[in-house]
């Protein structure tokens, strides 16, 4: 029996669909079992200008639109300068940032970080842990060499709790970690359900824009999604930053999925070291600096995610299927993408692909949905099938459609810059970018219009 003022309801742990019964997928994100009972209380009404969980807000009022003062240039730089880049260069001041990422990428470490950078810049910053005691936070702290007088931190679970530390310390900024251990005492659910999690991100967005300070939700993800975290976030906070990486190799990719004060889509490369986390400033070194020279199945593809070029190492393996039908297995790029990309080739250039196993992988863990690498699919994938390897110094980049034609793509400029700038010489790339672009003695420049003119260049 539900309690008096509490409803039964059914919610969604990926995504936050509720319902009113208990269902064996959810209708909105397709997820199987993903259904737990939550208590939902029905909120008492509350006296105006104190939010339920006991912060003391500022009255609002209506402004005149011209009186307002734009406030793009207020960004507040921390200094890492891949995190800053990430989130269109710099802090937007009472803006909520959830930062998603899977247990032990980092995410700790990485706001710690931001958090000594901010408490030294700004004064106050208030760490919140409900995972991890001070003691084990100091240890961290430590190990990256920081010790900054201006950081507080706090072990806490209770929402309310920690707003009432926050009335009373005022920081510049707050770091919450992680949103999925915390609870509002007023809501009946565990800690991590939806419920508590959107309760928490909500009253945060409110303290966010009242105090006008920056709060950090770190949330996590699993591979699953069972947890309810990340997805069940994104439309209630301002900015979504995934971070991502494998965890057996050192370098950290994180991605804004989401930015109301920037461009989707932007990247920061770290490496993790035994110092803490490390910005790449030359994300195109790192993709290509363990590249097999001379053997096939290896392309090299000038992408570009958000502002930044980067040259990654496209690898495929082409081999006979022991089972008559072949399989598409990819990392670092879609499998859609792959599969259609193999049609087209038998459709068009008259391979026979359907009975071999096809394997493509981005090297380095980074993955990419930019049209622009699909000549670099193709040019991998033949590479392999045919034994030939690509010339080392030549680069590719190109959308490729359904009929085999190489179609223009944007940025072609930028692309050539970084190709010349690690010293690549040939560029095999669409035909129609080629008008309007500016001279470069260092490069070859070749445009192809079609799949099969590209791979007659290269082969
Ligand atoms: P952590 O930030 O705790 O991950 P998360 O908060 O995402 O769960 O860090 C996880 C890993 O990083 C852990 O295995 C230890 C490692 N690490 C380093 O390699 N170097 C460092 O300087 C620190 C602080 C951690
Ligand atoms: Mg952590």
């Known amino acids: 029996m539900a309690a008096k003022g509490s409803r039964t309801i059914y919610a969604c742990q990926n995504c936050g669909y509720q319902s009113r019964k208990w269902l064996g997928k959810c209708p909105d994100c397709g997820a199987w079992n993903s259904f737990t009972e939550e208590r939902e209380r029905v909120a008492p009404k509350e006296s105006a200008g104190i939010a339920r969980s006991g912060l003391k807000l500022r009255e609002t009022k209506p402004v005149s639109f011209t009186s307002i003062e734009a406030q793009d240039d207020v960004r507040e730089v921390t200094g890492i300068e891949e995190f800053d880049r990430v989130l269109g260069g710099g802090i937007v001041p009472g803006s909520l940032i959830l930062i998603g990422g899977e247990p032990g990428i980092g995410k700790s470490t990485l706001l710690t970080e931001v958090a000594n950078k901010l408490s030294l810049l700004f004064g106050s910053v208030l760490y919140v842990s409900g995972e991890e005691s001070e003691r084990q936070i100091k240890l961290r702290g430590d190990r990256l060499g920081i010790n900054p007088a201006g950081l507080y931190l706090l072990s806490e679970t209770s929402l ?186 038998e459709k068009r250039v008259g391979f026979h692909l359907s009975g071999d196993d096809i394997f493509v992988n981005l090297v380095g863990g980074i993955s990419l949905d930019e049209p622009a690498v699909d000549l670099g699919i193709v040019a991998a994938v033949t590479s392999s099938f045919r034994n030939i390897p690509i010339n080392e110094h030549t680069i590719v980049f190109g959308e490729v459609g359904l009929a085999g034609e190489v179609r223009a793509t944007s940025h072609a400029a930028v692309r050539l810059r970084e190709a010349a700038r690690m010293g690549f010489k040939r560029v095999v790339m669409p035909q129609n970018n080629l008008s309007g672009l500016p001279e470069d003695d260092r490069l070859e420049i070749i445009g192809v219009r079609s799949v099969i003119d590209a791979l007659d260049t290269l082969f």
């Open 160 to 345: 309310e709790r920690i707003f009432d530390e926050i009335n009373k310390l005022q920081p510049q900024a707050i770091i919450i970690d992680s949103v999925q251990t915390i609870f509002s005492e007023k809501l009946e659910s565990a800690p991590g359900s939806v419920s508590q999690v959107r309760e928490v991100a909500g009253q945060f967005l409110l303290l966010a824009k009242n105090l006008t300070v920056p709060v950090f939700l770190i949330g996590h993800v699993t591979k699953e999604g069972m947890i309810a975290g990340p997805k069940a976030l994104e439309h209630i906070v301002d900015t979504v930053l995934y971070f991502e990486g494998e965890r057996h190799h050192n370098h950290r990719i994180l991605r804004a999925a989401k930015n109301r004060f920037g461009a989707a889509n932007e990247l920061g490369i770290f490496e993790m070291t035994g110092r803490g986390l490390i910005g790449v400033p030359n994300p195109s070194e790192l993709f290509l600096s363990e590249r097999p020279l001379g053997a096939s199945g290896s392309a090299v593809v000038a992408a570009i995610e958000g502002t930044r070029p980067m040259l990654v190492e496209i690898q495929a393996l082409v081999s006979s299927s022991k089972f008559g039908t072949g399989r598409r297995t990819t990392q670092g790029v879609e499998i859609n993408r792959v599969a259609l990309l193999v049609a087209m080739l």
